[in-house]
């Protein structure tokens, strides 16, 4: 595969999404924090020694003659490593050292099977696991005692709703949907948020109808976040204000301000394809911010801002972090982290869906990046050996890399 390809972002063609009254100013516009951001001024690199103590690196290890396939999300919990394997309908699960502990592999249409894995749910104590059957039909919730993956049932029904990301929280369910279309209450929607209970009471935030002759794209494979106190927030795909939702309503918090350099937020307006068009056009142009962490202890988003004469998508020299430590009020912003405190990987980045594989960027008291070899490596035969890992190479599974906060930050 022509790695130039692979290494551009990728460009989420959502064939197969998730299935299944604009709230926007319930807060006044003068209590959002305004961050100003010059794009320009973004360093090369953050050396990960200013922010960082220590660096481990955990090599997601299958058993011989099994393989991992395109990973969607990695889910990091006190116990174990969840891996959400798209390709081959199945979800592995990992010791905190990377060894595999166990295979959910039930694909099938037999009493506790499921056809396809859709977005999955875990709970605190791990006792079991739960995630969305896509049938075709109407969705279900299923739910396996973990680790013994005998089969609980059905717990729930699921919406018919199309959607790029979703999570659970407080019991109502949230769709990012990247302006996939919709029919909610009747009414045909673009909007960027669908809120929906138990019952099927829908909400839809950010609403907005536009043309996409069923053809979408997404910038970002993930727009939430959560943190330690169980708040979730959101990011708008062409918006620069960053929310916190709370029950049914979006509350602004911050909005980033990137000067003369800022997109037209009319561009969302637009059809998907002249979306695309303008988007593979820009020039100086900043967008997609998307709110990473946001805790007692950092502020952290990610954007893109792209300097090109031509037509192209983005790629990875276009991604920026910008990081606020708030007890040292210590602020980053920059292209990459460079690694300073161990050979690989020479680059990290916080972002929750960098390469297209979601995951949290905070655990705990480590930062965290996932590494996708194939994605990594700049030429598809290159190859290096890591001490404690072994070798390393394209074709390689997923790398969890946990970096520890140095405490004065």
């Known amino acids: 595969m022509n790695m130039k390809l692979k290494k551009t972002i990728a ?59 395109r990973i969607r999300e990695i889910i990091i919990k006190k116990k174990h490593i969840y ?23 039930k694909k099938g249409q037999g009493p ?24 075709g039909g109407k969705q279900s919730i299923l739910r396996y005692k973990n680790l013994s993956f005998d089969f609980m049932g059905a717990i729930s029904s699921y919406p018919d709703i199309n959607a790029n990301s979703v999570k659970r929280h407080n019991g109502l369910f ?18 960027d948020l669908i809120v929906c209970d138990n019952e099927d009471n829908f909400k839809v935030l ?22 330690n106190k169980g708040e979730l927030f959101f990011s708008p795909m062409y918006g620069n204000i960053f929310y916190q939702l709370n029950d049914r309503d979006a509350i602004p918090l911050f909005q980033i301000d990137f000067g003369t350099y800022h997109i037209n937020e009319s561009v969302g307006l637009q059809s998907t394809k002249e979306q695309m068009e303008y988007i593979r056009k820009m020039n100086r142009v900043a967008a997609f911010p998307v709110l990473n ?30 990081i606020t430590f708030r007890k040292s009020k210590k602020v980053y912003h920059a292209k990459a982290i460079r690694n300073d405190l161990s050979t690989f990987p020479d680059r990290l980045y916080l972002s929750s869906y960098f390469f297209g594989c979601v995951h949290e960027v905070l655990h705990e008291d480590y930062l965290v990046d996932i590494i996708v070899p194939d994605l990594y490596f700049h030429d598809t035969d290159e190859k ?6 072994g070798e390393i190479s394209a074709e390689s599974d997923p790398i969890v890399v946990m970096m520890k906060l140095k405490e004065n930050l």
């Not at 056809?115 to 605190?124: A, C, H, K, M, N």
């Not at 202890?297 to 300097?307: D, G, L, V």
């Open 11 to 69: 460009l989420f063609l959502l064939i197969c999404p998730f299935y299944g009254c604009d709230n926007r100013h319930n807060r006044a516009a003068s209590e959002m924090e305004i961050i100003q951001i010059d794009p320009m001024k973004a360093d090369e690199f953050i050396p990960l020694s200013e922010i960082a103590e220590s660096i481990k690196c955990i090599r997601l290890q299958v058993d011989s003659g099994d393989v991992m396939g």
């Open 384 to 389: 290096v050996y890591i001490e404690g890992l």
């Open 206 to 227: 950010f609403d907005k109808k536009i043309e996409t002759e069923h053809h979408y794209f997404s910038m970002t494979s993930e727009c939430f976040s959560k943190n």
């Open 174 to 191: 949230y769709f990012a949907t990247q302006q996939i279309d919709n029919k909610i209450n009747g009414e045909d929607t673009n909007g």
């Open 293 to 322: 962490i946001y805790d007692d202890r950092i502020f952290s988003f990610s954007y893109y801002f792209k300097q090109s004469d031509t037509e192209r998508w983005m790629n990875e020299g276009d991604f920026r972090q910008y």
């Open 112 to 135: 506790g099977e499921y056809l396809r894995i859709g977005p999955v749910f875990i709970d605190e104590d791990e006792s079991y696991i739960e995630f969305v059957n896509y049938t």
């Open 83 to 105: 891996a959400v394997d798209i390709s081959q309908q199945a979800i592995f699960i990992f010791d905190k050292e990377g060894r595999l502990v166990a295979k959910l592999n």
